[in-house]
Each structure stands twice: as structure tokens, then as C-alpha cells.
């Protein structure tokens, strides 16, 4: 065996519990990128079902292995930390490649955020 014999009752239910709630919220989030129908909707299940769901994974290590080795083991905050600070910012920026591919595509005129358009600009030689 790996040790496991060894674990407590209270952390083994607790890391059973956080593993398969974090397993779980990842499989939602992967049922939502095929069942749902647009590219921000679909961007969105993921997100969250990655975010959530790999920290459940990852609460559930650190209680593993902290009871295992009689001490607190912090390693999995790294990656929880690293996805909680890649997975917004990934998601905002294909999002707005998104929004405007569609806006360039359908002629549209880009936002204009904070006194600057933000999107493609209009060519001189279209508007002569």
C-alpha cells in the first residue's frame, strides 16, 4: 500500500468528498462546452469548471498528504494560484478576440473604451 491504510477517518471522508466535488465540477464543466450552443457561452462552463473544480482536486491533496505527513502540506496552492490568475485572464482575452472577429465580420463599429476604439479602425481609403 501507499500509506493510506494509515489515514485518519475524518481526513480520507474529507478528501473523498473534496475529490469527488472537484471531479465533479470539472466533468460539468466539460458537459457545458459540448451541450452549450455559443462560443461565450461555451467559453464559460469551462472556466468555472476548471477554476473550481482543480481547487476541490487540490484541497483534497493538500488534506491527503497533510494528514499522511503529520504537518501542513501547502505545494498545491501554486497551482491553484497560478489557474486562479491564468484562467480569468485567458477567458477576457479570447472573449474579446471573439467579439471582434464578429464585429469585423459583420462590419460593425468596435466599442469605444476609455476614449479609445478598441477594435479595427475604419480605412481612409473606404470612407473617400
Not at 2 to 16: E, K, M, R, S, W
Not at 42 to 62: D, E, K, W
Not at 79 to 84: D, E, H, K, T
Amino acid at each position: 500500500m501507499n500509506g493510506a491504510a494509515g489515514l485518519p477517518a475524518v481526513a480520507a471522508i474529507l478528501t473523498a468528498a473534496f475529490l469527488i466535488g472537484g471531479s465533479a465540477l470539472t466533468l460539468i464543466g466539460s458537459v457545458g462546452l459540448i451541450r452549450l450552443r455559443s462560443f461565450s457561452e461555451r467559453l464559460h462552463a469551462p472556466t468555472l469548471g476548471t477554476t473550481l473544480g482543480t481547487a476541490g482536486v487540490a484541497i483534497a491533496s493538500i488534506i491527503y498528504f497533510s494528514a499522511l505527513e503529520s504537518g501542513l502540506v501547502l505545494y498545491q496552492l501554486v497551482i491553484v494560484g497560478f489557474l486562479l490568475l491564468t484562467t480569468p485572464a485567458s477567458l477576457i482575452i479570447l472573449f474579446r478576440a471573439a467579439l471582434l472577429r464578429d464585429q469585423s465580420e459583420s462590419g460593425r463599429e468596435a466599442p469605444v473604451q476609455n476614449g479609445q476604439q478598441t477594435g479595427p479602425q475604419p480605412d481612409d481609403r473606404q470612407a473617400r
